[in-house]
């Protein structure tokens, strides 16, 4: 089953007045749209559906184009309330909203480093990251988050799209959906296009986080590797005193204890990519495996 979504970009700007833009003005910023529009289905559908880009007709003004997101459903919907025409046209629309996010996400940050990033668990289980860098805030969907900050190749598409206001004459871009639209202008091009120049990312800290053992050493430097929730992460223990304790066998510990601590993650980038690291702060309570029930119970 397929589904067609619209979709229409337009440019503005005093080199347009014929009507007519370079090809290699336009290429750039039609390649890489496409090649988002591929990303966004790959990372949200798999191989489940397929998604393109076509270009349906060129419309009179400035230079306006009519886009057609064409998407394909691959398998047959198994849940019998929901037909293939339903989830086709939830996967072009889908695509189309997470990718007009992430431009304005871009757009929002400006090359700025967050200062903190929180989950949101909202009604009907809405899953929203909130950015706040001072005193502003921007909530976007978890998969725009993902794929911005874990995904350095949207990044670049996303400044590749953009590249057509670099060209003397082009002063405004403009893409659209039925429901939502994104406008970039020739002044907000050099911040859009920014990335952080700084290694540091963002520190959060984490109190009162429940941690089970996996894997304890009894060694200065050496990460422990434990479950928070159902993630397995390696963290360093900083706290000098209970690693005294440790180290003088005052505390004994087995697969399967836990920890009740105040964690600090730090995120950092490096090569373009995202890393996250942990480090134990404060241990509030050792349970051993025995408690370790009742503890998560309460």
């Known amino acids: ?104 996400l871009k757009r929002w940050l400006a090359g700025r480093k967050p200062d903190l990033i929180e989950e949101k668990i909202g009604k009907d ?55 939502r639209q994104f406008v970039l202008t020739r002044n907000d091009y050099q911040s859009f296009i920014a990335d952080p120049e700084d290694k540091d990312f963002s520190e959060n800290i984490l109190q009162n986080v429940a941690l089970l053992l996996k894997s304890p050493y009894f060694e200065k430097d050496k990460k422990w590797k434990v479950l928070m929730g159902d993630q397995s992460i390696f963290v360093s223990i900083e706290d000098v005193a209970f690693m005294n304790q440790v180290l003088s066998r005052e505390e004994t510990f087995a697969t399967g204890d836990a920890l009740v601590a105040d964690i600090v993650m730090t995120q950092s980038i490096e090569n373009n990519k995202i890393v996250t690291s942990y480090k134990v702060t404060k241990v509030l309570e050792h349970k051993n495996s025995l408690q370790q029930l009742s503890m998560l119970l309460f």
């Open 125 to 179: 289980d809405e899953h929203n990251v909130e950015i706040t860098i001072k005193e502003e805030k921007l909530a976007v969907d978890h998969r725009t988050y993902n794929l911005y900050f874990h995904h350095p190749e949207i990044r670049d598409d996303l400044n590749s799209f953009a590249s057509p206001l670099a060209s003397a004459g082009v002063d405004k871009m403009q893409l659209s959906s039925t429901r």
């Open 1 to 104: 089953m397929r589904s067609s979504t619209p979709m229409r970009l337009h440019f503005e700007g005093s080199g347009l007045d014929s009507h007519q833009m370079s090809v290699r003005e336009l290429a750039p910023s039609l390649i890489a749209l496409n090649k988002l529009i591929k990303s966004l289905n790959d990372d949200i559908h798999g191989d489940k559906a397929t998604a393109q880009l076509q270009v349906k007709t060129l419309k009179p003004g400035s230079f306006g184009l009519d886009l057609l997101l064409d998407a394909g459903f691959l398998e047959q919907v198994k849940d019998l309330l929901t037909c293939n025409a339903t989830y086709a046209f939830i996967n072009a629309h889908e695509i189309i909203q997470i990718m007009l996010e992430l431009f304005v």
